[in-house]
């Protein structure tokens, strides 16, 4: 298993550009998060989906957008990037989030706003 | 909602000392604690757990307390490596509840040096 995949891993944006941060997991999960990770501030939850065709805003939602066609993929889009978005963001799944199992990372994206 | 708080946001030991990292947490209904260790540059990784109603869990040289009276929890490595080196986040959620209410809620993690 490949486990949680994200891709890019790196990204300079400008300011106003869009783009999508992708997100794959092989572990047939029905759980599925995003995360934003900004120096000595912990992680924050942007979004989070419970299977295929459901979503729901984090802590963090502004600026962000998800889908979630397939139990497999769940990915982020910023539609008019901001220096405020510069940031890590790491994708997790988990098999069912309600219960005690873990939850697993991907690799992260490191994206930067110019 | 849930609040986690963490100290110390740096600490500093020697190779063969104990490291201690605690946590606050706000809801008394939170039932879960994990606890994730992130290397330089890697992801965030599970290192321990423990749920609400167990007082201490042990995996060799890593322990968790809780104290959910004081809603407290806190992380003890014993005899540290180099390799220990990283950041330690914790975090709470409330498992069982449904919907939001079992995402987790992170500290702002701990950044833990071990001096050879």
């Known amino acids: 298993n490949a486990g949680v995949t994200q891709t890019p891993k790196f990204r300079i944006l400008k300011i106003g550009q869009s783009m999508t941060l992708q997100c794959a997991q092989d572990m047939n999960h029905n759980y599925m998060y995003w995360y934003r990770q900004d120096p000595g501030m912990g992680l924050k939850l942007i979004y989070y989906s419970v299977g295929a065709g459901i979503t729901d805003k984090g802590e963090v939602p502004n600026g962000y957008n998800v889908s979630r066609s397939t139990t497999e993929d769940f990915p982020l889009r910023l539609e008019l990037a901001a220096p405020s978005q510069t940031s890590v963001y790491f994708c997790?799944?988990?098999?069912?989030?309600?219960?005690?199992?873990?939850?697993?990372f991907g690799p992260g994206t490191r994206l930067t706003v110019l | 909602g849930e609040n986690v708080e963490q100290h110390p946001s740096t600490l500093s030991v020697q190779e063969g000392d104990s490291a201690v990292i605690k946590c606050t947490y706000s809801?008394?209904?939170?039932?879960?604690f994990p606890w994730y260790k992130q290397e330089l540059g890697k992801r965030p990784q599970l290192i321990i757990d423990?749920?609400?109603?167990?007082g201490e869990k042990k995996d060799q040289r890593i322990a968790v307390t809780l104290n959910k009276t004081a809603k407290h929890f806190s992380l003890h490595i014993t005899e540290t490596q180099p390799e220990d080196s990283a950041v330690y986040f914790c975090?709470?959620?409330?498992?069982?509840?449904?919907?939001?209410?079992?995402?987790?809620?992170f500290g702002k993690g701990t950044k833990l040096s071990v001096k050879p």
């Open positions: 809801d008394s209904a939170s039932n879960y």
């Open positions: 423990i749920r609400s109603n167990v």
């Open positions: 975090a709470a959620s409330k498992r069982g509840y449904g919907g939001s209410q079992g995402n987790l809620i």
């Open positions: 997790a799944s988990t098999i069912a989030g309600d219960i005690y199992n873990e939850q697993f």
